[in-house]
């Protein structure tokens, strides 16, 4: 297997499909990754020479494509920065609600977690 920017990626599969493995990269970034490189995305992953990794690498580098641990923290501090401001987006993160205007009342289960039944209590007799 090929190792790129500290991902694993298949070399059985080709490798405008083999790209996306790195966090960051996408079907079509891959495509224009390829393009730059001027490398065929037909070609397996396996089959690659290491001029043309290297080619692959620095276009990614050069582009100045956030991946991996790189884009991870800049997520991360685009959370933090939210939510020190206090502003909405940055609540309902802290809050762990849908943050885009999606309705609470019903569904949001992936935000909200399993299902706590709050309500009436039957009466003691």
Not at 9 to 24: M, Q
Request: charge should be positive.
């Amino acid at each position: 297997m090929a190792r790129l920017f500290g991902t694993e990626i298949p070399n059985e599969k080709r490798i405008e499909a083999s790209l996306p493995y790195i966090y960051g990269i996408g079907r079509s970034t891959s495509k224009r990754i390829l393009e730059q490189a001027g490398i065929n995305p037909d070609i397996r992953t396996g089959q690659l020479t290491d001029e043309q990794l290297t080619k692959i690498v620095q276009v990614i580098t050069t582009d100045g494509i956030l991946i991996e641990g790189d884009l991870r923290r800049e997520k991360q501090s685009i959370l933090k920065r939210l939510t020190s401001i206090n502003c909405y987006r940055g609540q309902r993160h802290r809050r762990g609600l849908p943050v885009r205007g999606q309705r609470t009342r019903t569904n949001a289960r992936t935000r909200k977690g399993k299902k706590k039944t709050v309500g009436a209590q039957a009466k003691k007799k």
